[in-house]
């Protein structure tokens, strides 16, 4: 399988502070890859530096070959990178649809209309209604669709899950294995919830302290003694 995306080494520092130490990972087309990790781990950082918002003080990001080097947010988003954000970035005075149709007008390879996203994260019977009058975990789920209507190579989502009624998350569940098998593209998924990361992830990346100590299949991963240490603070006991 192709590689889509690929980190090496990537160090990003903040005065003295280290937020990401030499971070490497992969991701391929229709894989869902899952960055998980405790609290300030550096989870979000990489998220920012691959789509632009926030520049590496070392390593490499490449998409499909090509490095991303220092690309602000837009040029990047037009190499077919598209976000969500772990506060929702909407139009609250536009319509539900409306905020899918300002970016489906941007896309230049959409692969599905607005009505069809519309009825993939199951906000058709509010289509019409502005977007300020949405739940949290219903925004959330605007803005995957709002991500989607660009038609990306590469979809980094941030924390999809948070907000989300237990409906929901077997919504957003269905709804990432079938654009991973339908579109040509690949996800990259932070999220703290891990039972759903489980469910959903094909391969983890775990960071603690912005280091990467573990990657792999999910339940090879998420039964490592020093991936259970790092989330518990204490190793498992057998």
């Known amino acids: 399988m192709t590689t889509l995306l690929e980190m090496n080494d990537v160090v990003v520092r903040f005065g003295g502070l280290t937020a990401v130490n030499g971070a490497t990972l992969s991701l391929s087309a229709h894989e869902i890859h899952a960055l998980i990790g405790p609290n300030g781990a550096g989870k979000s950082t990489v998220i920012n530096c691959i789509s632009g ?4 003080s070392a390593g490499e990001i490449r998409l499909a070959g090509k490095a991303l080097g220092r690309a602000d947010p ?4 037009r190499s077919g990178v598209a976000r969500s954000f772990q506060t ?13 149709r300002v970016a489906h ?6 692969a599905y209309n607005v009505d069809t ?11 019409d209604r502005p977007a300020e009058i949405l739940s949290y975990g219903r925004q959330r789920l605007l803005e995957v669709a709002r991500a989607l209507a660009t038609g990306p190579r590469l979809l980094l989502l941030d924390e999809p899950a948070a907000g989300l ?3 929901e998350n077997e919504r957003l569940v269905r709804l990432l294995r079938r654009i991973a098998g339908e579109w040509d593209l690949g996800i990259l998924i932070v999220e703290h919830n ?5 469910r959903v992830a094909d391969r983890i990346t775990v960071m603690h302290h912005g280091a990467v100590i573990a990657q ?15 989330y518990l603070g204490r190793t498992r006991e057998h």
């Open 216 to 230: 792999g299949l999910p339940d090879a991963v998420l039964d490592e003694p020093a991936v259970i240490e790092a």
């Open 117 to 127: 996203l519309l009825a993939l994260v199951g906000l058709d019977d509010v289509a």
């Open 105 to 110: 007008r941007r896309a230049k390879h959409a």
């Open 88 to 100: 929702p970035h909407l139009f609250k005075r536009l319509t539900v649809a409306d905020n899918i």
């Open 194 to 198: 891990v039972p759903l990361v489980r």
């Open 74 to 77: 837009a040029t990047v988003a």
């Open 53 to 56: 918002f926030q520049r590496s």
């Open 165 to 167: 009624s237990n409906e």
